[in-house]
């Protein structure tokens, strides 16, 4: 397939060294202004660089999204409008009730697509197909090591340097309130959420735990079918120590069922 992809950061990397393994080419990337030329400085040779959808080359098969909410929101409508199917980890986004109707509203005009990838987490298709059924209760409760929450609101509740107690919750409530408090945080708790109750029903919890090493992610379901609970605990990519290595590794695996003849 002939790709481009939003933003060069460490998941964009990863999957596009992974992608082209897999015999694919990235034809272009969608970077800043200012990416562009820092781009251009690591090398003449690659894909083409520019800064908006319109830009992009004839031939494009899919564009991937690796540019976190604000790049979804800035590309996404127009790549889809534009009529090229889009696969984003960036799940927390549709939080937005406006980006949401944007980027479905943009799909339909164009007759694309947008795919969310799996992201950090797992058990989603047991949620989706337990949704048939109904379910009652759904809550995800994600556990990092204190100073895994640096960056987001968590610093200024807790002393993230100098803890070494006990776990503390620092966040509960909806899934969308976590989609839009912790934008860099809660991609796990969206995609699960549009995988079963909704944003609104979902519950979340957010925590910093000392006694772990770890990012950990728990879903807990009930439901018609029964209950069932799930537990990961993720490594992070070598590049970034922020950046989930199943996230990257799932905008490559939605990418190949995408394109598959046979998908399971």
Not at 166 to 177: D, S, V
Request: glycine share 12%; net charge negative; with cysteine.
């Amino acid at each position: 397939m002939r790709l481009a992809v939003i933003g060069h950061g460490t998941i964009a990397r990863y999957a596009m060294e992974r992608l082209k393994e897999r015999g694919h080419r990235i034809v272009a990337l969608v970077l800043r202004p200012e990416r562009i030329a820092e781009t251009r400085a690591c090398g003449p040779d690659g894909p083409v660089l520019v800064s908006s959808a319109g830009d992009l080359p004839d031939g494009i098969d899919h564009v991937i999204d690796c540019a976190g909410h604000a790049g979804l929101a800035a590309h996404g409508p127009a790549v889809l409008a534009a009529g090229h199917d889009l696969t984003t980890v960036s799940a927390g986004a549709l939080a937005d009730p406006a980006l949401h109707d944007a980027l479905a509203g943009a799909a339909q005009a164009g007759g694309a697509r947008l795919c969310i990838a799996s992201g950090a987490v797992g058990a989603l298709d047991c949620l989706r197909a337990a949704r048939v059924g109904g379910l009652r209760a759904v809550r995800y409760v994600g556990r990092k090591p204190p100073r895994g929450w640096i960056g987001s609101p968590a610093e200024h509740m807790l002393d993230l340097d100098g803890m070494h107690g006990p776990a503390l919750t620092h966040f509960t409530g909806t899934a969308r309130q976590a989609a839009l408090v912790y934008p860099k945080n809660a991609n796990v708790a969206a995609a699960v959420a549009l995988s079963g109750l909704g944003f609104d029903a979902t519950e979340v919890a957010l925590v910093a735990d000392p006694q772990v090493s770890r990012n950990v992610h728990e879903i807990h379901v009930e439901g018609e079918f029964g209950t069932f609970e799930f537990r990961i605990e993720g490594t992070a990519l070598p590049d970034n120590p922020r950046s989930s290595a199943l996230a990257a590794m799932s905008v490559v695996s939605a990418l190949e069922r995408h394109d598959a003849p046979i998908v399971f």
